[in-house]
Every structure is written in C-alpha cells, then in structure tokens.
T-cell receptor, first 114, second 114 residues
Framework: GDSVTQMEGPVTLSEEAFLTINCTYT??????LFWYVQYPGEGLQLLLK?????DKGSNKGFEATYRKETTSFHLEKGSVQVSDSAVYFC?????????????FGKGTKLSVKP | DTGVSQDPRHKITKRGQNVTFRCDPISEHNRLYWYRQTLGQGPEFLTY????????KSRLLSDRFSAERPKGSFSTLEIQRTEQGDSAMYLCAAGKGGSYNEQFFGPGTRLTVL
C-alpha cells in the first residue's frame, strides 16, 4: 500500500541555519503531497502542498518540490527561527481516492536554539 | 483556528470502560475524518464520513469502535471496553473535498487507559 518515509529526528539547529527534512513516498497512483506542522500544544496545521509533479509548495519561508522521478518531497527552509520548533509531518493523499484520507510519515521533531 | 473543535481534550479511563469523543466541524465541511496518533508516530486513518454517511473504515477500527455523524454536522467516536492499547491521541479532521481535499484538524482528544 501507499506509504511515506521521512527522516528521523530529533533535528536540532541553531537559529538562521538551513533546514532540510527528507521525505520519500510510495504510491500506486499520482498522489497529492503535503507537509503538516504541529506546534507544541496545538493541532496539526497544513504548511504547504503540491498536487502534481514539479509543483513547488511554499509557505512561511518553507518550500518543497514534488519530484516524481525520485518520489520525494523534501522540506527546506533557508533560515530557521526559534518559532519554527515543532514536529513536521509529510503526508500523501492518493489522487482520485474516493475517501481522500491522508497517509502520514512518522514525523520529525525540529528544535531551533537561539 | 481551524474551526474544528474536539471534546474532551483529555480523557483518563480505566480498562474496560466505555468512552465517547465528540468532534464539531464548521457547517461547510461535509467531509469528516477520524485519525489516531500514538506516541512517536504519524496520524493513522480510522474512518471517513461524507455528510452523515460513513463511507470508509480502516481495518484499525475494531468492533469495539463505532463512529456516527447523525445529521452530517458533529461526529462522535465511541470506544467500548477500552484496552491499554487504545491509549492515543484521537484526531478529527474536516474539509469540503475538492481537487486536493484540504483537511483542517482539531486539537485532538488524548485518551489514557489505565
């Protein structure tokens, strides 16, 4: 079945460092891809999305490009802030799926130190 | 604020007891999902409603679990004869469907079974 694999954490960075969180997927069809973020004590929030190959999703300085050839959707940010400390989840939704449920990776915890 | 509320936020119960959780999405969200998230894992799909119809159930949803959405608005998830393995965060998500079916998550109900 469909699945998502993302790099294990925790990831600890200093403020203004470059961030990459790797995410690869396995899917039989043509999924939509998502990054969700969970700040401490809060619910999951959609960070960015991409619905087809070569699409780039971006939001709040974060970017991810849908790479069909490598089945990847890596999350990047050029300069992280302390406020970016959270757990990040990569997810897919199978295109055309009747129910549209999300399949998540295990999450990567990011801690940014001042 | 995603517009999805869940109640209660925390529930502690003894093994063998029944528990019920509630999810309230905004009125425009005709699709509603339940997920379960255990420590260190990403959310896993449990079940899906379109309006009041329950259209999909994961094999994770054992016979002790039942979900309803009687008027296509709020939803309830009941667990009968709880077991320690049911301890998890139960997440509700809702959306309007559409081309990529963005889902808005509630804050979750954390269940602890003693």
């Amino acid at each position: 079945g469909d699945s998502v694999t993302q790099m294990e954490g925790p990831v600890t960075l200093s403020e203004e460092a470059f961030l990459t969180i790797n995410c690869t997927y396995t899917a039989t069809g043509y999924p939509s891809l998502f990054w969700y973020v969970q700040y401490p004590g809060e619910g999951l929030q959609l960070l960015l999305k991409a619905t087809k190959a070569d699409d780039k999703g971006s939001n709040k300085g974060f970017e991810a490009t849908y790479r069909k050839e490598t089945t990847s959707f890596h999350l990047e940010k050029g300069s992280v802030q302390v406020s970016d400390s959270a757990v990040y989840f990569c997810a897919l939704m199978e295109y055309g799926g009747s129910q549209g449920n999300l399949i998540f990776g295990k999450g990567t915890k990011l801690s940014v130190k001042p | 604020d995603t517009g999805v509320s869940q109640d209660p936020r925390h529930k502690i119960t003894k093994r063998g007891q029944n528990v019920t959780f509630r999810c309230d999405p905004i009125s425009e969200h005709n699709r509603l999902y339940w997920y379960r998230q255990t420590l260190g894992q990403g959310p896993e799909f449990l079940t899906y409603f379109q309006n009041e119809a329950q259209l999909e159930k994961s094999r994770l949803l054992s016979d002790r679990f039942s979900a309803e959405r009687p008027k296509g608005s709020f939803s309830t998830l009941e667990i009968q004869r709880t077991e320690q393995g049911d301890s998890a965060m139960y997440l509700c998500a809702a959306g309007k469907g559409g081309s990529y079916n963005e889902q808005f998550f509630g804050p979750g109900t954390r269940l602890t079974v003693l």
